[in-house]
């Protein structure tokens, strides 16, 4: 699904919610206690609550979660599942002004056998809370995989963090290096891999070390490699782009992408729309939100 629009249109807020909800339900939890929901109101109603509803499919079951909360607590989460033509509750939450604490009933399947701590944790999700108790569908949702290239204060920037980030994580992840790689080759940037070297940036603390990572490229004359700072803005972009792409097509979920053709060439965006078209390369059916600024994307 694509998202098309001028600038200062609104499109990455359309995809903030997706973002939020999703790490709402998988890692409030996470929060300490007493902290503020990292959740920022509409400029025009900074002063109500803010309201999320979505339905989703798992399991081969359609689903509706919905949750009203300000920057301090949750009023009202709900999930429900839908049975024949109509969908009944899962768990209900409402926070009661009265007694300040929450009414909550859920249903036997559900099974959260230590609903007093929702009283506790007003600044976590209850699918989140159930979660860390083995609850089954709150569970599965904290798996389920959302890959994005936005935070909470928008599109992350491609910047020398950002590269060492990124520098770290293929590192780490060797099967999804290799995939970046053989892509890439395969998509003849007159790139050849990647390689690794641990430095040590401040002498006084050797003890803290750093995965420099460097482009191989096959020259005339032999291979030569290039630090990333010193690569193609396109070549860095497909390398970000792959870093959030390669897991969700590998496990499925959804990976959620502000500006898709941002420093690509239009040629580039043929390729990498395939991965999810193609059924060897997105063998879990994950799906592909994102932003774009130019109709021809669509084409």
Known sequence: ?????????????????????????????????????????????????????TEFCLDDEVWRYRVVLTTKRVLEESLHRKTSSQFSYVFVRKWSQASKGYEFKQKKDFGLKAAEVIDARQNASVLSIAAQYGVDIATKLGHFEIASNIDFAGRMVNDSNYIGRLGAYYHKNPDHRKHMEALLRRWDLGFHGVEFEEVIPNPEKPEEKAIMMYGVHKGRTGPFRLGFRQESSGTVALFSLLAKLLPVLRKGGMAIIDELESDLHPLMLEPVLDLFFNERTNPHNAQLLFTCHAAEVLK
């Open 1 to 53: 699904m694509a998202v098309l629009g001028a600038n200062a249109s609104g499109k990455t807020n359309v995809l903030k919610p997706v973002v939020f909800v999703h790490w709402f339900v998988s890692h409030s939890f996470q929060l300490q206690p007493d902290a503020p929901i990292p959740l920022q109101p509409h400029a025009e109603a900074m002063d109500q609550p803010s309201e999320f509803e």
